[in-house]
């Protein structure tokens, strides 16, 4: 049955309007304005948090030229409820698509009130609840047909029709029932007209009085609606339950997100695959000869015969094709691009056809034994040129010659093209040498949710017969995640964990199901005392920290019991938080930080464009004809999307040339592009046991977006370096380009570096120390996702593109970390090393200055601050001339120590755990662990001391130090009160900065006193 797509507004309520009556109250009523559709809701008498429950559905339709495509909402109060005399403005809001989810991922949302002009007052919110939903339209009964008048007998009165009448005149005589008639407030023009007349008005439920004309019957009776532009939203499988939000969850509904240039998407929230089209500026043009194989006529055959095409070096052979069960055609549709040599190095191509003998078709391109049908040659030179945005050529019939098919035509086209035509990526390459993954491909990882299981409290656990106390827990499982709460000690049957335990879920749900299991903590083991499963789809979502109904669960006997005896009852609250970002990747790697619930996605502040050239130099990973070869390809990751280049076959130095495009939400951000040696077989070669080989590293580059320039093209060679427990070792290099396009205002994009990096709730509510275990289960999780799409991205290349195996203990990173912390504190160093020089009167001219400075900034202490700030903006401006102007950053060997490791130090970074080393060498590396630990047990030692002295100088512990600070503080409050402060800070200064001669080298009393005091480290055993 067709279906159409409506936007639903569900009208919950509103909170703390205003008084606009004139006795302390308001009638309020909301108005909706949506692409020429107009809906009103009723009105809630005196209410100043009226409670609607109405719901309003609007068309879609396609985007217009006249109408926006925002939904407008107007609250008024109603004139004709009080003494008023016009409609009182109470608040607006304008809230644009981008907001717009598809149905089941709702959520209400309280969105404030704004203001009409600057001289309005309004306050309060509104709840509101808006989603795609698809409606069925329902098909027309037939019309009964008008039996045939019988002679000599006149039709009886009240039951034959007219000769010129039929049911849908009768219809359309009756007139339209009468419309309510809906006050416009004061000072505002009825709204415009919709396309279709019967949409203008609304019953006072908000429901239309009638569709719009496109879902109309036509004249031959069969309703044909409108097919809408935007995507289609799929319904739930489920009811989710109704949560309710406010606060912070709504961002502001406006300005909308301006369109990106060579971009094009799809406006559903539900639409998972971006539809981009790039011109293809930022590679080098690659060009092809492409030949496509449409069908064949007239062949003497019925068995199925194939297509051999030579050019050049290139000998391949078709699919066998299929015999059309409406013609006699045979038919193949089969493209295929030769590129490289083969249009300078061969001037024919030929064109055959061959039947096998019998149904079995080799893979070879060998026809030794086939049946010659006959061929077809071109010359290249004369093939026709074709660039986009050109139209496909048509492909037309050809006469075979030279065989056993006199009569017989096959019907191809060829042109020369490049890698942006259309046909190129489902077509067969000559570069991929036939291999079934070596297409490219534009993925999108699952939509990951938080899902948090709040285990509060249980009952009628243990038997009644039972006096011993007893230690329970819950265990709590979803897929591969297992995760148990802290025990709980009982006698009587009742528990208490109150714990929260987190998960990370991806759509779709489907059938997957939360389990929870309550354990008995015994001697010999833990044993299962009863089950429950809850479903994911009738898990209800939120987008911010407000509690949510709980709920009682029974529990059953375990799944190894044949009976289902009542266990008990687990008391829970389960949730999805859609105000977090599900984190896959390190935080300062991060590509993306939007929350998952679509409702908190801010617009777009630009886009980044990639274009991926190639590789040289790589490392042979395989050997072909005697020779070492290597087949590469690319996959780049920004955000749920990644991408993935063709794999181009048996070459040290593949050439890619593909170009991609994202948004950019965040230039606080990074892309990845990783290089990797597919271990694949290709489609022509012959079966055999790969023994699940992995696809083998070669390297990855990592740019920060906020490190490029607005609308400037980066092109640069980057090294691809592999450490390894070996050593580091260089792969090869890869050949990229850049370029970051901004479609934001420039003080809109300037702002988003003064918002929170993370979404709201990660404030509100810190995950704390499990957010690297969920880390670690989301990129398990996209993994397994993009493992099972076709052509796969392994797990491996998913795990080393997320970094999920960097976590581990390295030694190395230790002491390049503390290096990084050196580099951090030695300019503050210098500047201590440039005042004691100050002080020592090394330089005396800049002592003198220096002093100088001092009695300025004493005596006008209100220049400190602006002269402070002038100073830090001309140490900016100065070194402005000497900003580096190398390419984009990279992997720095130097920094990572990576040249400089010993072995071992290697061989425990990449070790596992537990390690698979011999005893002897863990042993070793404990030892020297323990060596490590002395020394920063000694450094916590001494911290601890000095913070203990600083204690101890009012704490009694050495009376005659605490008497002498005490009195000393005494005195020089006393001197502070007497003397101005202006006066003791330049006495103060000069006495520091003193000339060496009135200067001692021992150490100076206060520092000597401060020494002498105790500390807790004698009392420690």
């Known amino acids: 049955m067709a279906t159409v797509q409506k936007l639903v507004v569900e009208v919950v309520e509103a909170v703390d309007l205003l008084p606009k009556d004139g006795h302390g109250t308001s009638s309020p009523y909301v108005v909706f304005h949506y692409k020429g559709q107009r809906r009103r809701t009723q009105t809630a008498i005196r209410d100043l948090n009226p409670k609607w429950g109405e719901m309003m559905k609007f068309n879609v339709g396609k985007p217009s030229e006249i109408f926006s495509d925002v939904l407008e909402v107007s609250i008024y109060h109603d004139k004709n409820v009080g003494p008023t005399r016009r409609n009182n403005f109470l608040g607006r809001i304008s809230i644009g698509s981008s907001q717009f989810v598809k149905k089941g991922e709702e ?32 098909q027309p009964q037939p019309q009964p047909q008008p039996a045939p008048p019988q002679e000599n007998a006149p039709p009886p009165s009240g039951e034959a029709l007219p000769p010129d009448a039929t049911p849908t005149s009768e219809a359309a005589a009756v007139p339209p029932p009468p419309q309510e008639n809906v006050p416009l407030p004061e000072g505002e023009s009825p709204p415009l007209e919709a396309p279709s007349p019967q949409t203008e008005n609304s019953l006072p439920n908000g429901e239309a009085t009638a569709e719009p004309a496109e879902a109309d019957a036509t004249s031959d009776g069969i309703p044909q609606p409108h097919p809408p532009e935007v995507m289609a939203a799929a319904a739930s499988s489920a009811s989710i339950p109704v949560v309710k939000f406010a606060g912070i969850s709504a961002p502001p509904p406006l300005p909308r997100p301006l369109p990106l240039n060579r971009t094009y998407t799809t406006d559903s929230p539900d639409s998972t695959t971006i539809l981009e089209r790039s011109s293809f500026d930022l590679v080098d043009k690659m060009h092809y000869l492409f030949v496509k194989v449409v069908k064949a006529r007239h062949l003497p055959t019925n068995g199925s015969p194939v297509v051999k095409i030579v050019v050049s070096s290139h000998h391949l052979k078709s699919r066998p094709s299929r015999k059309s069960s409406v013609s006699s055609f045979f038919e193949w549709d089969q493209t295929f691009a030769f590129g490289g040599d083969a249009p300078e190095s061969s001037s024919i191509l030929e064109v055959s056809v061959w039947d096998p003998p019998g149904d079995l078709v080799g893979p070879s391109p060998d026809v030794a034994g086939y049946k010659f049908f006959g061929g077809i040659c071109f010359h290249v030179m004369e093939i026709p040129l074709r660039d986009p945005p050109d139209s496909p050529l048509a492909p037309q019939w050809y006469r075979l010659e030279g065989g056993g098919a006199h009569h017989g035509d096959l019907m191809l086209a060829t042109w020369i093209g490049t890698q942006a035509d259309e046909a190129f990526p489902e077509a067969w390459k000559s570069d991929t040498a036939g291999n079934v993954n070596a297409r490219a491909k534009v993925y999108q990882s699952p939509k990951l949710w938080y899902l948090r299981a709040t285990v509060i409290e249980a009952q009628d656990i243990m038997p009644s017969s039972g006096l011993k106390e007893q230690s329970f827990q819950v265990k709590v499982q979803l897929g591969f995640q297992l995760q148990k709460t802290k025990v709980s000690v009982t006698r009587d049957g009742t528990l208490a964990w109150n714990e929260d335990l987190l998960f990370v879920a991806a759509e779709p749900f489907d059938d997957s199901l939360l389990t929870f299991a309550v354990e008995s903590r015994q001697s010999r083991g833990p044993a299962t005392l009863g089950m429950a499963s809850v479903p994911l789809v009738a898990i209800e979502r939120r987008v911010e920290d407000r509690k949510v109904a709980s709920r009682w669960i029974t529990l059953e006997s375990p799944l190894g019991d044949k009976k289902r005896v009542y266990k008990g009852r687990v008391h829970l609250r ?28 801010k617009p777009p502040v630009g886009s980044v464009e990639l274009g991926i050239i190639g590789c040289r130099n790589l490392l042979p990973m395989k050997m072909a004809n005697g020779r070492g070869t290597t087949d590469a390809f690319c996959v780049a990751k920004y955000g749920p999307k990644w991408v ?11 050439k890619w040339n593909e170009q991609y495009t994202w948004r950019v939400y965040d230039p606080c951000t990074v892309l990845t592009i990783g290089v990797f040696h597919n271990s694949g077989e290709a489609e022509d070669s012959p079966p055999k046991d790969t023994g699940g080989r992995p696809d083998f590293r070669i390297g990855k580059v990592r740019v920060r977006i ?39 205002p420039t003080l809109d994009f300037l702002h988003v570096y003064s918002q929170p990096l993370l979404p709201s709730m990660h404030h509100v509510k810190p995950l704390g120390p499990v957010q690297g275990m969920l880390r670690r289960a989301a990129a ?16 491996e290349v998913v795990l080393y593109m997320l970094d999920a195996d960097s976590e581990g203990f390295s030694m190395r990173k230790v002491r390049a970390n503390w290096l990084r912390i050196i580099n951090v504190i030695v300019g503050m160093t210098d500047i201590v090393w440039w005042v004691d020089d100050i002080r020592r009167w090394k330089k005396p001219t800049a002592t003198i200055l220096v002093q100088v400075m001092l009695m300025v900034l004493v005596w006008f202490p209100d220049i400190i601050i602006p002269t402070l700030a002038f100073y830090l903006f001309a140490i900016g401006a100065w070194k402005y001339r000497f900003r580096s102007r190398d390419p984009l950053s990279h992997f720095c060997p130097r920094i990572s120590l990576a040249e400089s490791a010993d072995g071992e130090e290697l061989d425990e970074e990449f070790d596992g755990i537990p390690s698979a080393r011999p005893p002897d060498v863990v042993q070793a590396r404990y030892d020297k662990m323990r060596s490590l630990g002395v020394r920063l047990q000694t450094v916590l030692g001494d911290m601890a001391a000095q913070g203990e002295r600083v204690q101890a100088l009012v704490t009694w512990r050495d009376p005659r130090a605490t008497g002498i600070f005490i009195w000393l503080c005494f005195v ?25 001669i009135f200067r001692d080298r021992m150490p100076s009393s206060a520092l000597n006193f401060f ?11």
């Open 1011 to 1021: 020494r002498r005091l105790p500390s807790l480290a004698d009392r420690m055993m």
């Open 644 to 654: 993935r280049t063709r794999t181009v076959c048996d070459t040290l130095e593949p």
């Open 780 to 795: 398990k999780t996209v993994a397994a996702h993009l493992s099972r799409s076709e052509p796969p991205i392994r797990a």
């Open 706 to 744: 906020s490190t490029l320039q607005t609308n400037r093209v980066y092109r640069n060679i980057y090294p691809l370096l592999m450490l390894s427990a070996g050593g580091m070792k260089k792969m090869g290099e890869v050949e990229i380009a850049i370029r970051f396009v901004q479609s934001s």
């Open 107 to 138: 959520a209400l949302i309280y969105y404030p009130l704004q203001k009409k002009d600057f001289l309005s007052w309004v306050r309060g919110e509104i709840g509101l609840k808006i989603y795609y939903a698809d409606e069925e339209v329902p």
């Open 574 to 601: 389960l949730c999805f938080d859609g105000g977090y970002h599900v984190m896959d990747e390190p935080a300062h790697v991060c590509s993306d930080f939007r929350p998952t619930a679509r409702q908190l996605w």
């Open 972 to 996: 020089v409050a006393l001197i502070l009160y007497i003397m101005p402060m202006k006066v003791v800070a330049v006495a103060s200064g000069f006495y520091y900065f003193r000339h060496p």
